[in-house]
Structure formats: structure tokens, C-alpha cells
């Protein structure tokens, strides 16, 4: 991509925040499209996370349907989450110090050949821990999120509100696979055969990994390592707490999954239940469409109090509706909440670390996220079993309760550690 690129301004009907919001919209989002090479690597990024959200759920119901234990599932696919989250950061690191293509591409193939390995020794009747030895494949696999979020930095940071947009944007993307690709997977597993599901999400990770990280015209540079810029990601002021804020967004969405079924259950519509999680993630899809089409301006850092408090304060209602069409109404509002979070910490994680260390300072968030999830769901699980559905919905509202304090709380050091970044080393694609 040219050095001499730049994105085209919106109208100053946008800027100034006149005009009809769908003028807004267009024009927010429009840029993106106007980018040389952006929608090659959109599409392939795409394919790459549709694949790897259908592998979690494939995982498990190909174990659980050959081995007969959801438990033995379960536990074979924790050891892969374990080891991303163990592993993530160090991936992140060398893609900082190497570029995508030398490291993202060649750990991707790794990645998928062991979990191809696990999906061949699971039809065999393999031994459990030649399983869980093929389930680390997940440590090594690049976090795709980051690699595209890496790009759109490199090519917007000079443009603030079209990177806002952007990240928006990446949210929608990760949103809607997330709705689709677990469903995806478990029905290819339970109506063709076992092992449909990892088969078709190996496929698709690989076209888009190998597609996206060849494109190497909108790869980010590799930045030379300044002095000030040595050491861990983790060690730059105010990400931990990203990481941290990101961890209890997760644990929402973990929680609301395992607590919105038995809620469901408890009042006699089970299967209403998937229709509720549908609205609480597709409120968190529209939430971030809007979002990102909204001119925002300014320190990012101040976003995350308002973000935080309207993600709890829009999360109490659920304790207290006892109808199912009512929780519905009240999980699509409340999913939308949780978008500024989402976006706020991405755009933050991509401004406190230098250049050089994007790619890791954004999987250490991304990371919090996904064991933040992790974490929801085992303590939903825990409170259902020991409270009841409508009183398990603490562990959700508790998650954004602490959220809300910690950025109430810090806010201000993340606030000062932007200020600093942006002095040292101004935009993410500086």
C-alpha cells in the first residue's frame, strides 16, 4: 500500500454533526470500502473468524458424541484455551518483531494440521492424551481480530474517527460470527457427522489466514524497537486494566449464555432461549454499528467511565423482569450496552502501546476477553446450580458493577498514560 494514501475526509455535515444519520452512517463506514486492498483482506479475515468461532462448539460435540462425556470434552478444550491465553501475548510479540507473514501464516498451517491431527485420532479411537496434546494447535493459532484490527491501525491512524469506525466495524464482524458459526458447527456435527463441523471450520480458517496474511500490501511495517519502547506490552501503563475491563465484558457475555438458558428453561420455554441469547448478541451487533457511525471526537480514555456505567446501569432490568418476551426486549437493549465497552478498550489498547508493539498489546486485551468468558460461564453455571435462574443474573450485573468501578476507579491513570502515548509516539501509525 502507498505510503501517500490518505482517507478521504467526510463532509462537514458529518464533522460538525449535522445532516441525516444515515448520511452518518454512510459516511463513516463508507471510507473503509474506498480503501486500496481493504475489502480483500475484510473478506479473508472473515472467512478466518467464521472458521474459528465454529471450532469451539465442533470440538466439543465431536468429543462428547466419540467419547460420550461432555466433562472429557469439556476438559480437552479448556487445555487449548489455557495454552492461547499462556501463548497469545508471545505470538503477538514475534508478529510485532517479524510481520504477520513470516509468523501469522506459518503458526496458522501449524495450527491447523494439529487440530486436523486431533479430528483424524477422535474418529480413531485415539488415546485421550494424543487429544489433548492436538488440542494445544489452539496456543499457536494467531488471533485473527488483532491481525485486521493491526491493519486497519496501521492504515488509519492518522484518522481517528475512520479508526473508530473501523474497530466498530470489527466488533460487527466478530459479532455476527459469533452468532452464526457456533450454530453452524454443531448442527454440521449433529446432522452429517461428528467430525463436519472442525472439518469445515479448518478449511475456513485456513483459505482466510493463508488469504489475509499474504496480502502483504496492507501488512503493518515492523517498527524499529526504540529504547523507550523495550520490554513487555503488559508493562505499558493502563493496559493491564484494559485487559481487565475486557476480562468482566466477557464474563457477561459468558454468564448471560449458561444464565438466559436456565431463565428460559425455568419458565416452560426452553427454546426460547436461543431466541433471547439472538437478541442479546444482536443488540451488541446493532450497538456497535451505531457506535461507530457516531462522530465522536476527543480523549478516548473519557469513553470508558460512560461506557462502563451504561453497560451496568443497562444490565439491571434483568433482575427484575420475570417473563420471557419481557427478558427478550430487555436482553436486546442491554447487549447493545456493551458495545462502547468493546470498542473503547480496543481503540485504547491500539493508542498505549508503541508501534512496535501493537499486535501484542492488543492480544493481551483480547486475550482477557476470551478467559473472561470463560470465567462467566463456569461461575453462571455455578450460581444456577446453587441460586436459581432469575437470581444468577447477579454474576452478569456483578461483572459490569466491577467493571464500572475499576474505570471509575482508574480512569484517570488511563487518561494520563494515553496523554503520554500520544507524546511519545502519537497516532497507532506513527
Known sequence: MSSSWAPPLPPSSVISGSGSPLSSFTSAYGVLFRIPGARRFMLTAYLARFGAAMMGVSIIAMLSTRRGSYGLAGAISSVGLVGMALAGPSIGRLIDRHGQRRVALPLGLVSVGALGILLVATRLDAPVWLLVLANLGNAVMPQVGTLVRARWAHLLGGDPRSLHAAN??????????????????????????????????????????????????????????????????????????????????????????????????????????????????????????????????????????????????????????????TFALVALVAGGSIAPTLITSTMLAQRLVPPSQINEGMTIVMTGLLLGVSAGSFAGGSAVETLDASRAFLVPCGAALVAFVLALVGGGRVARAERRALSLWGSPAA
Open 168 to 325: 466498530s466495524f470489527e466488533q460487527v464482524a466478530e459479532e455476527s460470527c459469533f452468532m452464526l458459526g457456533p450454530a453452524l458447527g454443531g448442527a454440521l456435527a449433529t446432522l452429517v457427522f461428528p467430525e463436519a463441523g472442525l472439518l469445515v471450520a479448518l478449511v475456513l480458517y485456513a483459505v482466510g489466514v493463508v488469504g489475509l496474511t499474504l496480502q502483504t500490501s496492507t501488512e503493518p511495517p515492523i517498527h524499529e524497537v526504540h529504547e523507550h519502547h523495550a520490554g513487555r506490552a503488559w508493562r505499558a501503563p493502563g493496559l493491564l486494566l484494559l485487559a481487565v475491563t475486557l476480562a468482566l465484558t466477557g464474563a457477561i457475555f459468558g454468564s448471560m449464555d449458561i444464565v438466559t438458558l436456565a431463565f428460559a428453561e425455568a419458565h416452560d420455554a426452553k427454546s426460547f432461549g436461543g431466541v433471547a441469547l439472538g437478541m442479546f448478541a444482536g443488540g451488541s451487533l446493532v450497538g456497535s454499528l451505531v457506535y461507530g457511525a457516531l462522530p465522536i471526537t476527543g480523549a478516548i480514555a473519557r469513553r470508558l467511565r460512560w461506557g462502563t456505567a451504561a453497560m451496568f446501569v443497562l444490565l439491571l432490568p434483568v433482575l427484575l423482569v420475570d417473563h420471557v418476551w
